[in-house]
């Protein structure tokens, strides 16, 4: 036999049970998403090349899929590459219709997308984004609306979480206050890491990175700040009184904890200046969420963004959105067993037979039980107990009715419960009141 | 303003609406293959070329799409092409994944597929594929299963079908008969053409095609072949006496309607020797389906074949599936206008506020309200009536609960029906009751 087909590195198949179990994320971070009157969108995996370049970085140029011209083109380089995230196509989609949307728009999109990274583990070439954002609205109702929907899907995924929150214009504020704006970048870059090397780490690369030392010292109180989240915010006004944006950034946060009081929400939320987030597009409310019984990195994250749509053209449009990580959160529900068991019992019934009259009979039943919307198969020939059997072991099939000449005479099947093995006769009505 | 940006000729963007639809058809035909036991699965956007390559003839081989190589080996060609259909890439997972697998095999697969044919009306370079294959074995219940399929899906869906079935081996036969069997190939493509050409057109292509005089009047009986299903077996019965494979085809059709009769089916079945399907992996069974109202080609076909997997080495595994066309059905749902009013109605009300503490409180009831599943949305802003009212419209979202300073004192929201106008002050369980 030939050497076995394979599929490119980075890339993966998901069989019966993997789908069911993405199926299941899917689906409930849709029934919630659905409840905020979010609404679907897709946009196709080639974008126009101009769409995509320059929009990732440098870096992410590089890891861009460009598709080969055709025919006499092909020689030229690429016009159209594979969609690499889900924002910017989202800016893009909002400035081309804009003309046919409602305002503040809000919308969710569940697609692949690409990246031609060096695959390593849980992280893949090609991989789902889940996204939710509400665009022409700076009403901090986003920021709000978006917390809720992350409490809600974890709550029903059974995931306990933590959401960690910060503000741009906080961060944008310290910087201003200890007298390095344009060393933003290398600040959050560096405190980012606070939680995994240490405050004497970050004050080493604080240095490195070009500040002085009476400016590492100013940082001092931030990267120290602790206590409730009250507490956290009073003391940040102090520090930041002499910076307009920084207390515009904890005016903003302030609102949005008055927002959640209202709502009750009993969510885990933690006030974390030390949270940067590498995109440089987020102006305002950023999030990061983290799952506490497992050791993963964020599993959903976002922000808001006051002129994501400027790229393409229409400034001024602030909006905020979030994006689930639905392979880390299946990692998640793995790790911590958290799937409900019966996802997969998709048949609930398989007729088992052993001569053509036996299968023709079965194929009645077949018929009744699935107008009744009743999963049922018949197993396609008349053939050894055992194969048939084995067949309902394989695919999880709960119930294996079997059908001999004592049944079609007494119009009844033999029903084995496939877990006990236990055997009873039973009549088509009994058969639909245990199924 | 900069031009505005756009995406690459054949593809498209799909609004809420249009998901709305999509989802609608998608999840019909879902719903009706889980009753059969089929259990979905996904493959990759990107195949090896190899796997590819050659699978769908010359012209096929020009319309991949490439992926260009990353870093050095961008000069050099390609090694990855994206998915062209849902057929290569299923056949490459049964061979790679055949020891995981229950056989025999049932699977679904609903994902989107790229060519780059020359866009037009109707035709796109990025389009969904929604198959159904049941793989190793050679039962022809899975072509009863299939047609049953076919019949539960339109009658859902509220379109009038009619299925078209033919067999290859009676092609086969025919061509056997007339004493020129390797111009099979070109007896089909001819006799494909009766409805649109008429009989005497056809006469000629088979002439210009190679068959002598004798050869083309010996086909006549088959061309002309009518009445009911029973009466043109007979008759192929007594052409194709001479043909073992003929009689074959004959012997599995008259297999396929007396399994038909036992499940007493309702669909518009016609045997229809011209069907011959192009592809020609088929090797029994072939089947189209026309809707009956509209004027649109085939929305869902497929047929059997002995040796899909045979081009990845594992021989002899034979399996029936079948195709249905998304788009062409979308589009017979739109023309017949038998798409479900409501599916759009996502949100059943719309919160609408003048102040801060009227938001607030609709807060509070939009939590309510969703804890009871019910879709619920809170203008994001206290602004103008005229506006919060417009973006119910644009949504087409049924109610809006309008909060004042009354409302606030009695606990109650006053609900306005946006279709009739109609206003009512209601409570909280007054509310969940209308909705």
């Given at each position: ?33 659905s ?42 380089a ?5 969609r ?39 992280r ?23 917390i ?34 344009e ?57 930041l ?14 609102e ?20 940067a ?8 409310a ?8 497992a ?68 194929l ?24 048939q ?14 059908v ?32």
């Amino acid at each position: 036999m030939a050497q076995k087909p394979s599929i490119p590195k980075g890339t993966r198949d998901f069989g019966q049970l993997e789908m069911a179990r993405r199926n299941y994320i899917f689906d409930t971070i849709k029934g919630v998403f659905s409840l905020y009157g979010f609404q679907q969108i897709e946009t196709p995996a080639m974008e126009n090349i101009g769409t995509l370049m320059g929009k990732y970085g440098e870096e992410g140029d590089k890891l861009l899929f460009r598709i080969q011209n055709s025919g006499e083109k092909a020689a030229l380089a690429p016009e159209k590459g594979l969609r690499y995230d889900l924002t910017v196509p989202f800016a893009r989609y909002v400035v081309q219709h804009r003309e046919e949307l409602a305002f503040p728009f809000k919308r969710f999109q569940i697609q692949p997308v690409w990246r031609a990274d060096r695959p390593q583990k849980g992280r893949y070439r090609e991989f789902y984004q889940c996204d939710v954002d509400v665009i022409g609205s700076d009403s901090l109702l986003g920021e709000l609306e978006l917390i809720q929907i992350v409490e809600e899907v974890y709550r029903r995924l059974g995931i306990n979480v933590c959401l960690h929150i910060n503000n741009r214009k906080i961060l944008a504020g310290i910087a201003e206050i200890i007298g390095a704006p344009e060393k933003i970048v290398d600040i959050t870059v560096a405190i980012d890491k606070l939680d995994k090397i240490g405050v004497d780490a970050v004050n080493a690369e604080l240095v490195e990175r070009g500040l002085n030392e009476e400016q590492v010292k100013a940082l001092q109180p931030i990267l120290n700040l602790s206590g409730t989240t009250q507490e956290k915010l009073t003391a940040l006004k102090t520090i930041l009184a002499g910076s307009e944006i920084g207390l515009k950034g904890v005016a903003e946060l302030e609102e949005v904890f008055q927002l959640l009081d209202i709502v009750n929400l009993t969510l885990n939320i933690e006030l974390d200046l030390c949270l940067a987030r590498g995109l440089n597009y987020y102006t305002g409310a950023i999030f990061e969420v983290k799952a506490l019984d497992a050791q993963i990195g964020s599993i959903t994250g976002g922000g808001r963004y006051d002129n994501l749509t400027g790229i393409f053209g229409l400034p001024g449009v602030s909006g905020v959105g979030i994006s689930f990580g639905a392979d880390r959160i299946y990692d998640v529900l793995t790790e911590l067993d958290l799937f409900p068991k019966e996802l997969l019992t998709a048949t609930q019934v398989l007729f088992a037979t052993f001569g053509d009259a036996e299968l023709k009979y079965a194929l009645k039943w077949a018929k009744e039980l699935r107008a009744r919307n009743i999963a049922v198969e018949v197993y396609p020939e008349p053939t050894k107990m055992k194969k048939q059997m084995g067949y309902a072991d394989d695919k999880k099939i709960p119930f294996v009715a079997i059908v001999g000449g004592n049944e079609m005479e007494t119009n009844t099947v033999m029903l084995k419960e496939m877990s006990s093995g236990v055997q009873q006769q039973v009549t088509l009505d009994e058969l639909c009141t245990i199924l």
